[in-house]
C-alpha cells in the first residue's frame, strides 16, 4: 500500500477515528439457553440429553431435578463431530 491513492483529491485508505453518527442502541433482553438447546447446539439429539439427564437424577439426585447446571457443563465440554473430523481431515491432507 505504499502511496498509493484512491483518488485525485489525495485520499487513501485509512481508517478515521471519530464519527458524526450516533448510534442507534436498541434495548432488549438476552435470553439464556436452555440446557438442551446448548446439547442441540454441539450435535446431540432431543433423545440422547432427556436419557442423560434421567440417568443423572436417578443416579445422583434421587429422582429430583437439579441437573440443570450439570448439564449445562457437559454440553461445554463436547465437542461437535462434524468439525473434529473436519479438523482431522485437514491435518491428514497437510501431513501426508
Do not use: H
Request: aromatic share 10%.
Amino acid at each position: 500500500m505504499n502511496r498509493r491513492v484512491f483518488s485525485e483529491l489525495g485520499a487513501s485508505p485509512t481508517l478515521v477515528t471519530g464519527s458524526d453518527s450516533i448510534p442507534k442502541i436498541i434495548q432488549c433482553k438476552v435470553r439464556k439457553l436452555t440446557p438442551l438447546e446448548c446439547w442441540r447446539l454441539v450435535s446431540f439429539t432431543s433423545e440422547d440429553y432427556w436419557l442423560v439427564r434421567k440417568a443423572l437424577e436417578e443416579q445422583f439426585y434421587n429422582g429430583k431435578d437439579c441437573t440443570y447446571t450439570q448439564m449445562y457443563k457437559m454440553a461445554g465440554n463436547s465437542i461437535v463431530i462434524q468439525v473434529a473430523e473436519s479438523i482431522i481431515e485437514s491435518l491428514k491432507r497437510i501431513l501426508y
